[in-house]
T-cell receptor, first 115, second 114 residues
Framework: DSGVTQTPKHLITATGQRVTLRCSPR?????VYWYQQSLDQGLQFLIQ???????AKGNILERFSAQQFPDLHSELNLSSLELGDSALYFC??????????????FGPGTRLTVL | QQPVQSPQAVILREGEDAVINCSSS?????VHWYRQKHGEAPVFLMI?????EQKGHEKISASFNEKKQQSSLYLTASQLSYSGTYFC???????????????FGTGTRLTIIP
């Protein structure tokens, strides 16, 4: 158990809909990262927040947005969903802001299926 | 830019050794290695910073060749528990650490058979 929690575990929805994925980092960690992993693919970095502020952006679509709240939990919002958005979404957390130096602790993931 | 891993997949018998390579087209600052079992979250193995250091973790070790912009993960006397997909992640050298990102490779699937 990494100490990172994600809800829900599974999500099934239809095209065009909007969903929210939630992540709570390990106690004491200030950074949260979101990744998308499509079937048998690598981990695509989406976005990083550090202590409530956006710190780095990856290949995040305009239809996707995220935020980190004062209690440090983070939410990833996916809207106007398409079939291709079906994937496993992971969040990870680190204590410090710099991914170069910090071990990332991954949550169990949310499996999103868009029908 | 995504680092390139090789091989894409490898099958070993228990007790055999394996090497997984990770190459970048850009100068690397750090390389991270993670293992992911099917349907589970990636688990951290080690971080190597530029300087050519080598690190070890039980029978799993790694090297970082700054000049060649590559890292190699060594698994010796493999065990069944080593099965999974191994990902390298790379951060590249930039002028400041304001927004560096960890970019993962496409993975190497390792299967250990009895």
């Amino acid at each position: 158990d990494s100490g990172v929690t994600q809800t829900p575990k599974h999500l099934i929805t239809a095209t065009g809909q909007r969903v929210t994925l939630r992540c709570s980092p390990r106690s004491g960690d200030l950074s949260v990262y979101w990744y998308q992993q499509s079937l048998d693919q690598g981990l695509q970095f989406l976005i990083q927040y550090y202590n409530g502020e956006e710190r780095a952006k990856g290949n995040i679509l305009e239809r996707f947005s995220a935020q980190q709240f004062p209690d440090l939990h983070s939410e990833l919002n996916l809207s106007s969903l398409e079939l291709g958005d079906s994937a496993l979404y992971f969040c990870a957390s680190t204590e410090g802001p710099q991914p170069a130096f910090n071990e990332q602790f991954f949550g169990p993931g949310t499996r999103l299926t868009v029908l | 830019q995504q680092p390139v891993q090789s091989p894409q997949a490898v099958i070993l018998r228990e007790g055999e050794d394996a090497v997984i390579n990770c190459s970048s087209s850009k100068a690397l600052y750090s390389v991270h290695w993670y293992r992911q079992k099917h349907g589970e979250a990636p688990v951290f193995l080690m971080i190597l910073l530029k300087g050519g250091e080598q690190k070890g973790h039980e029978k799993i070790s790694a090297s970082f060749n700054e000049k060649k912009q590559q890292s190699s993960l060594y698994l010796t006397a493999s065990q069944l528990s080593y099965s999974g997909t191994y990902f390298c992640g790379a951060t590249v050298v930039i002028s400041n650490f304001g927004n560096e990102k960890l970019t993962f490779g496409t993975g190497t699937r390792l299967t250990i058979i009895p």
